[in-house]
């Protein structure tokens, strides 16, 4: 596709139940960036990956959250036993190029998906 | 620490005035700068950056920020509001360092409204 597509675009569940957010990066991007917005926030860091590698995880809350990405193109964040303060919205965004010093690209965002957990 | 600052809730102009929204920073380094767009229920739309040059830098849809190193700002504005613009504006900094992977890191935004 042109852009990045995450799924699914709403997601509700109970607290208590495991999610899984899937996104579809722009064919060829090598870096990949996951961001929770809260509501009425700015986005905050996540994680990221370098085509498969996981190489910051720094930014996830705690371990329940856990990302992939097996063969360097789709990636799927996982929560496990959500709670209240996970509703957010979640956004991925992905970069042609490997991030370095060197690298200016802007990073192109999906539309998110956002998570409300009864 | 880095951090990006957006000291306006919110902005409200009328459609034709030239409208600013403000961004300060703090960062190590040489700063990378990024403005971008959030309209309801979308992701981010990227609408210019600052690297390196020329201190007024010029984007999308009539938008241009002006970088100031003296005073850590990277000011958005337009010459003239359109109602459309009204919508959700974050800036953004690049982490510089390399074990910090060069994530954004955003602002808390400020919500422009352009009355007609």
């Known amino acids: 596709g042109a852009g990045v597509s995450q799924s699914p675009r709403y997601k509700v569940a109970k607290r208590g139940q495991d999610v899984a957010l899937r996104c579809d990066p722009i064919?060829?991007?090598?870096?990949l960036f996951w961001y929770q917005q809260a509501l009425g926030q700015g986005p905050e860091f996540l994680t990221y990956?370098?085509?498969?590698?996981?190489?910051?995880k720094s930014g996830l809350p705690s371990d329940r959250f856990f990302a992939e990405r097996p063969e360097g193109s789709v990636s799927t964040l996982k929560i496990q036993r959500t709670q209240q303060e996970d509703s957010a919205v979640y956004l991925c965004?992905?970069?042609?190029?490997?991030?370095?010093?060197?690298?200016?690209?802007?990073?192109?965002f999906g539309d998110g998906t956002r998570l409300s957990i009864l | 620490a880095q951090s990006v600052a957006q000291p306006e809730d919110q902005v409200n102009v009328a459609e034709g005035n030239p409208l600013t929204v403000k961004c300060t920073y703090s960062?190590?380094?040489?700063?990378?700068l990024f403005w971008y767009v959030q309209y309801p229920n979308r992701g981010l739309q990227f609408l210019l950056k600052?690297?390196?040059?020329?201190?007024l830098v010029k984007g999308s849809y009539g938008f241009e920020a002006e970088f100031n190193k003296s005073q850590t700002s990277f000011h958005l504005k337009k010459p003239s509001a359109l109602v459309s613009d009204s919508a959700l504006y974050f800036c953004?900094?690049?982490?510089?360092?390399?074990?910090?992977?060069?994530?954004?890191?955003f602002g808390s935004g400020t919500r422009l409204l352009v009355r007609p």
């Open positions: 953004a900094v690049r982490a510089s360092r390399r074990d910090s992977s060069y994530k954004l890191i």
């Open positions: 960062v190590s380094g040489n700063p990378y």
């Open positions: 990956f370098q085509n498969e590698a996981q190489l910051d």
């Open positions: 965004a992905s970069n042609p190029k490997s991030e370095g010093a060197y690298s200016n690209q802007p990073q192109h």
């Open positions: 600052y690297i390196t040059g020329d201190n």
């Open positions: 064919s060829g991007h090598v870096s």
